[in-house]
């Protein structure tokens, strides 16, 4: 039995406080307030209620109850607010007033509106009230948002307004039970016992429950989009009224509950939908710890994980009941963890448009059913309403008249009906067997009921091979042409049927004289010639198989892959002789021997359906290469059916492009097997001269892989108009290119294709119609069965996830001289006829309705990061609907930790940058590469395959920083990236990341996610709010979900705050920024000059402090623009210096040194920069806070090199300014009336602190300006002084501003 | 656990507090509150089920496996002491 760990005793009393109106939300409110503020526009989180009045409606009463509810009940008065702090609270207002919609017969429509409009947190009451005329009797429809209330309450409502209702129309005093507690008395209690030191043991539990979870991830009929789209659908399911009474039982007698049973069932068939063992959902639990608590209305629902292992072959129905229940126990005993710190503890982030951890949720009802089952207990009315899904599914399950009722509701824009309807059946029936049979393994369980496998094909391929095929068609067209060349001395020359055989006939002569038969393999190194027909055909007709070896492979490989493939002769090109190792096999140069004296007609029979027809070497990513061997048989099946669907016969003429080595090559046997004929083409790795050769040889039939096609696509598809039929092949086809072609070429059939070599080039085809972007592989093609069969080998449901798995008269024999490999690959197909085989491609996908099936992904591409299991392949599908030409998304080990990288190709003008707001804007975020690598090219293995060892390395351009993550601050920076090298981090930048490490109690650098430091979605208001009074303006909430690093925050805050900025300000484009090293403090450090245009002398300049601020933040440079071309100040130069790095700005403001580092290093660099145009003449110092202590010192210190200062709220009487006695200097002070607030640490305040300053610095002779204004400490209000404090300050005509 | 001498109506009590955390506010749980109306959940109840079951090691019989068991003190009371006596009976020591 296991350990039941109670949940802790809230250790505070639950007292009602009349006196107090303001508390703090609860757990639960403070997640929905925080939903809310994440989405204006529309809202999940609605309650909705109806009830029949058959009797009729009397408003009075109705009036008067509603009056008597929102009395009775705190909550119903009660407004959210958001404090300046970032803090939330409710607050109960004294009265309010719930104003009755009356409806009468068209009711729908504010029906619906009162269920749909959003609700305004801080105006109560958030509940609204539709009296309806219906048909038989009177409704009332009421419409509360969640945060005032749950489920369980409206059944309290309802008693409560029935019983207030029937008192005022009886005219007695209503009979109800007291209300000991409030609403808020409960939320202050809750947040007593989430301390920190109370929630410890919890969270830890939490992170040990969660250590390593992997994220459940069912496959979606489309793909996930950065929309949020919460419309809903539902389907309901129910359990016979037996199989409900034996579930109940079952429940029972495991020591479990009905709603644990119900739980371990979903989680059985989401395990199967998804393919995971691990199964993470989520879970609502109604909370009401105290028995005070059971008579309020609001929102007492605590939101739990439950991770349930599925795994264990032998796992029973019981056994997963038993490991459900302690889920949920250990979820119940640790619910006092609010949500949002479970997911700070195991830093899942807070996706924007997606729940974290979860989105699945199970919810069984049923718990109390007391007050709606009472005996006069109102009537409920459920109007039909549209169905909103906060989840991408939901379960939620409840006992109806004792059948066990599931609903379930999902988002149609991520599922179709059909996928959950697959779903619950599955969910019921495992439910049923489950209680029938809780002993029998779940896999048991489940298997009965599934589909069958395809039924093994009715007729064998044919056997005849291609050389008795290719021998008929010399017989039958003998002088029709078989073979045209293109490339090469044999350009252009053509071969009839009959040549082609009879130069074949004499060369098997040839090769069996020289050893060649049954059983041996024949190397080929061939030029792209028509004579290359002849001698595959000549090595069939020995009965041999031909092994095509790429000539240039070094030497070592090629003697590897000969001895490997034991090789009795290699037959060679003259031109390529020379790349053979002489001494790996006997060497047959064409044309060498001379075999005119052999025989021409047919020679015996030899090759038989068993006998190896080809080799080809398939050299996988890694490891060593290997060659899969196919027979004639497997051939045979190709040949015989491709005249279903590619155009090949008589009067056709195939190309394809590719070499010898890759075994698309092979499809050339199927024209020369049915009459048609073949183009040979050289054509080099760019496709050169392709629509030439299209055009020029009449090809009908064109065979390209993908990528081929995007080449040629990014060329003019309309070159290839003589086509009739376009054959694509690969796994992920570029939809573009695709629709590209079926648009711009009329009359062509525009076929993808896919298939592995271990199933002779094709195993499916796809002709027909797509969508949502992405092509599916389609059907298998004659004699081929395709299964999508799970981890136990048995076949998915249609929709689900599955590998495939292709079986039939293709499959190879295996990979030559590995049996161990082979046995691995090539497993008993237990689908088809005796001894049958099935091969395991490793490529996983799903049947969509009407059959076709629709490629997933690599077995072994998905990726996982950051607790996402990521389809790389779906990436790559978005990127080449967006814009690329090709792409290549892989994980990396990156310093920084694992990233998601993107290799692209886009045509010349692709933006790299702007794909990347692209993606943004249809994937979530976490599917977002961290890094976009543009590429020149996808380098290709030899056969024609990513070479992902080949692609380059990442390098992060700043060391140290963590990894972008989300927005542009991006990092990554080989050539031909997105990131420049990254911006010196700025000290908004810098103080971005203080306010946030401030919120979330440690250190976070400017490159580092703040959800992935333990940050979460409640402290967003706070770190907001912190940002906000350095702005002094409003900050959107959102912001920082999308922008989650300090440095993208900032980058965002100036984006957002200087739209003209990346147009181009003229003033911001003659900013020059620098890298700059002092000798007096060492370290570099930014420097931005601005220097006027023109020509004109220079007689103005200002030395900014903490330049990046003034420059950045504060559109310094835009000002000084201004201010020059309204004439209000000379022409003005500027330098702009910041600290080299955040941390030692005040040591460096208030150096000693730093007024001699800026007259006597700094200004040089100005003056050289600006060289003739500089007349001597002295500068202003410009700062702000600390900068202006050190702008006023330079002033008084000096003298020779300064004129005068401006000083922004600095706190100037804590510092020693200067020598009493110095050169008048012309001072600009400047506070604001808030920074009142600010106390010094001489016991004055800011405003004080700058006002007796500035009637000391008057005294000793300085000319002064003192101003005060409004906005506080911040950037917003310096902005605003800085037109007029700088023109003061350049003023020439001194004398007037004396004071 | 070892059953001491103290009545079982004691010792469900104690158990009952615990899993609904009730007298930490002075709530003096009555022989026959309903629990489902002091905050008892289907899965407070379980724990509760499995908790008595360990604490008289018993298991409830197939009849008592029901929701009235644990409706209040006094019938979780009478199921636990009908299980044992069936439970006990063979070698009951007086």
């Known amino acids: 039995m296991p350990r039941i760990e109670p949940r802790p005793t809230n250790p505070f009393p639950l007292l009602h406080d009349p006196a107090e109106h303001r508390f703090p939300l609860s757990a639960g409110q403070e997640r929905l307030w925080w939903l809310r503020q994440l989405d204006s526009s529309h809202d999940q989180y609605h309650i909705t209620g109806g009830w029949r009045f058959p009797a009729g409606l009397d408003l009075p009463a109705l009036t008067a109850a509603l009056t008597g509810l929102t009395r009775r009940h705190d909550i119903l008065r009660t407004r959210f607010v958001l404090r300046s702090d970032g803090t939330t609270a409710q607050e109960v207002a004294g009265e309010v007033e719930v104003p009755v919609i009356r409806a009468g017969r068209e009711w729908r429509a504010a029906v619906e509106r009162a269920a749909s409009e959003p609700f305004d947190l801080s105006r109560p009451p958030l509940l609204r009230v539709v009296a309806a005329e219906l048909e038989d009797g009177h409704g009332l429809f009421t419409a509360l948002h969640h945060i005032v209330t749950d489920r369980w309450s409206m059944d309290v409502l309802a008693r409560d307004l029935f019983e207030l209702y029937d008192a005022a129309l009886a005219g007695r005093a209503p009979s109800l039970p007291a209300l000991p507690v409030q609403y808020g008395d409960y939320a202050r209690w809750q947040r007593r016992l989430l301390t920190d030191d109370l929630l410890r043991p919890g969270l830890a539990h939490w992170e040990r429950t969660l250590a390593g979870y992997e994220r459940l991830e069912p496959p979606t009929d489309r793909p996930r989009t950065a929309r949020d789209d919460a419309t809903g659908a539902s389907l309901v399911v129910e359990l016979p009224e037996e199989d409900t009474a034996a579930m109940t039982a079952v429940a029972w007698r495991a020591r479990a509950s009905p709603g644990v049973v119900v739980t371990a069932a979903l989680v059985a068939a989401l395990s199967a939908f998804a393919g995971q063992d691990d199964v993470v959902i989520g879970a609502t639990i109604s909370d009401r710890p105290r028995p005070e608590l059971q008579d309020l209305i609001g929102f007492f629902v605590n939101t739990v994980v439950l991770r349930v292992d599925v795994s264990g072959r032998g796992t029973t129905f019981r056994e997963l009941v038993t490991r459900t229940r302690d889920a949920w126990l250990a979820a119940d005993a640790h619910q006092d963890v609010p949500f949002e710190r479970i997911v700070g503890a195991v830093r899942a982030g807070s996706e924007e448009r997606r729940n974290p951890i979860f989105d699945v949720v199970v919810n069984h009802a049923g718990d109390r059913t007391a007050l709606a089952e009472a005996p006069g207990a109102p009537e409920w009315w459920y109007p039909e309403l549209p169905v909103t899904a906060r989840f991408d599914l939901s379960l939620t399950t409840q006992t109806v008249g004792g059948r066990l009722r599931a609903t379930f509701v999902y988002r149609p824009a991520l599922f179709d009906e059909t996928t959950i309807a697959a779903l619950a059946e599955r969910y019921v029936r495992l439910l049923a067997r489950g209680t029938a049979d809780p002993d029998r393994p779940l896999r048991e369980l489940d298997l009965a009921g599934r589909p069958a496998a395809a039924p093994a094909a009715a007729d064998p391929a044919p056997r005849a091979t291609v050389v008795e095929l290719v021998e008929a068609q010399a017989a039958r067209r003998p002088r029709e042409t078989a073979v045209t060349g293109t490339a090469g001395e044999l350009a252009g020359e053509e071969l009839s049927y009959g040549e082609l055989n009879r130069l074949a006939n004499r060369l098997a002569r040839h090769l069996v004289a020289r050893g060649v038969g049954r059983g041996r393999v024949v190397a080929v190194c061939l030029e792209q010639t028509t004579d290359r027909f002849a001698v595959l055909l000549a090595i069939a007709k020995c009965g041999a198989a031909y092994f095509p070896i790429d000539p240039g492979f070094p030497p070592g490989r090629l003697r590897f892959m000969l001895a490997d493939a034991g090789t009795a002769l290699t037959i060679v090109s003259p031109s390529l002789a020379h790349r053979v190792p002489a001494d790996a096999a006997p060497l047959l140069v064409l044309g060498d021997p001379d075999l005119a004296g052999y025989d021409t007609g047919n020679p015996p029979p030899a090759a038989r359906p068993g006998d190896l027809a080809y080799l080809i070497s398939t050299s996988g990513s890694t490891g060593a290469p290997k060659s899969v061997a196919v027979p004639h048989g497997a051939l045979s099946r190709l040949v015989a059916g491709a005249p279903r669907y590619l155009d090949i016969g008589p009067g056709a003429t195939f190309m394809q492009a590719g070499p010898l080595t890759f075994d698309v090559s092979v499809l050339e046997w199927t024209p020369l097997a049915h009459g048609g004929r073949v183009v040979v083409t050289g054509t080099g790795a760019l496709l050169e001269d392709l629509e030439a050769v299209v055009r020029d040889h009449g090809v009908t039939t064109l065979k390209l892989v993908s990528p081929q096609l995007d080449l040629l696509a990014e060329r003019d598809l309309r070159k290839l108009s003589g086509l009739r039929q376009l054959v694509v092949g690969g796994d992920v086809v570029n939809p573009r290119s695709f629709l590209a072609a079926r648009e711009l070429l009329p009359g062509c059939r525009v076929t993808a294709s896919y298939g592995p070599t271990e199933c002779t080039v094709l195993a499916t085809v796809f002709d027909g119609g797509f969508r949502d972007g992405r092509v599916p592989i389609g059907h298998p093609i004659p004699y081929t069965r395709l299964y999508l069969l799970d981890r136990d080998l048995r076949p998915v449901q249609d929709g689900m996830r599955g590998e495939i798995y292709l079986a039939g008269d293709g499959l190879a024999r295996g990979y030559h001289g590995r049996p161990g490999l082979t046995a691995q690959a090539f497993l008993p197909d237990p689908y088809g006829p005796p001894g049958s085989r099935m091969y395991r491609t490793g490529d996983v996908g799903r049947r969509l309705p009407g059959g076709a099936v629709d490629f997933l992904g690599r077995a072994d591409r998905q990726v996982k990061i950051r607790g996402y299991r990521i389809e790389t392949s779906e990436v790559e599908h978005a990127l080449l609907r967006h814009g690329a030409t090709s792409a290549v998304v892989v994980r990396a080990e990156l310093d920084t930790g694992p990233a998601l990288v993107a290799y692209v190709v886009t045509d010349g003008s692709g933006d790299v940058a702007a794909l990347r707001d692209r993606l943004r804007a249809t994937l979530p975020a976490y599917m977002i590469p961290d890094h976009l690598v543009r590429i020149p090219r996808v380098p290709l293995t030899p056969n024609n395959k990513v070479d992902r060892a080949s692609l380059p390395p990442v390098v992060p351009t700043r060391p140290g920083a963590a990894a972008p993550s989300g927005e542009g601050s991006g990092t990554a920076a080989p050539p031909g990236d997105e990131g420049t090298a990254a911006p010196p981090g700025n000290g908004l930048e810098a103080n971005v990341a203080e306010a946030w490490s401030r919120v979330l109690g440690r250190p976070l650098a400017a490159g580092e996610d703040f959800f992935d430091h333990g940050g979460h979605s409640l402290l967003v208001p706070r770190a907001t709010a912190a940002v906000r009074r350095l702005l002094g303006r409003e900050v959107p909430l959102r912001l920082m979900t999308r922008h989650r690093t300090p440095a993208a925050y900032a980058a965002a805050l100036l984006a957002e705050s200087l739209p003209g900025i990346d147009a181009g300000l003229d003033a911001d484009l003659r900013l020059e920024r620098r890298t700059w090293h002092s000798r007096t403090l060492g370290g570099d450090r930014r420097v931005d000059l601005f220097v006027p245009d023109g020509a004109a002398e220079v007689t103005r300049t200002l030395v900014v402090l903490d330049g990046s601020d003034f420059a950045d933040v504060m559109r310094l440079p835009a000002v000084l623009g201004r201010l020059a071309g309204d004439r209000r100040v000379p022409e003005t130069a500027a330098v702009f210096l910041s600290p080299a790095d955040w941390s030692s700005r005040r040591r460096e403001l208030l150096d000693d040194a730093y007024p001699d580092l800026l007259a006597d290093e700094l200004l040089p660099v100005l003056r050289d920069r600006l060289g003739d145009r500089w007349r001597p003449g002295r500068a202003v110092a410009v700062g702000a806070s600390l900068g202006a202590v050190a702008a006023v010192r330079a002033a008084l210190r000096r003298p020779d090199a300064f004129e005068g200062a401006v000083a922004l709220s600095g706190p100037l009487s804590e510092h020693r300014l200067g020598p009493a006695a110095s050169a008048p200097a012309r001072l600009f002070l400047y506070a604001s009336r808030e920074e009142a607030d600010i106390m010094l640490d001489d016991g004055l305040d800011l405003v004080e602190a700058v006002k007796r300053t500035g009637e000391e610095l008057a005294a000793d002779g300085h000319v002064v300006r003192c101003e005060y204004g409004d906005g506080g400490h911040t950037y917003a209000a310096w902005e605003s002084v800085l037109p007029e404090a700088i023109s003061w300050a350049l003023r020439e005509d001194r004398a007037r501003d004396v004071r | ?94």
Not at chain 2, 2 to 18: G, M, Y
């Open chain 2, 1 to 94: 656990m070892i059953v001491s001498q103290e009545p079982v109506v004691e010792i469900v009590r104690r158990i009952v507090d615990k899993q609904l955390n009730l007298s930490a506010h002075g709530y003096e749980l009555d022989a026959d509150d309903d629990l489902w109306n002091m905050g008892m959940t289907s899965l407070t109840c379980m724990g509760l089920m499995l908790t008595v079951e360990d604490t008289f090691q018993i298991e409830l019989p197939e009849e008592a496996l029901r929701e009235g068991t644990f409706r209040t003190v006094g019938t979780i009371t009478a199921a636990v002491e009908a299980a044992r006596s069936a439970h006990e009976k063979p070698e009951r020591r007086v």
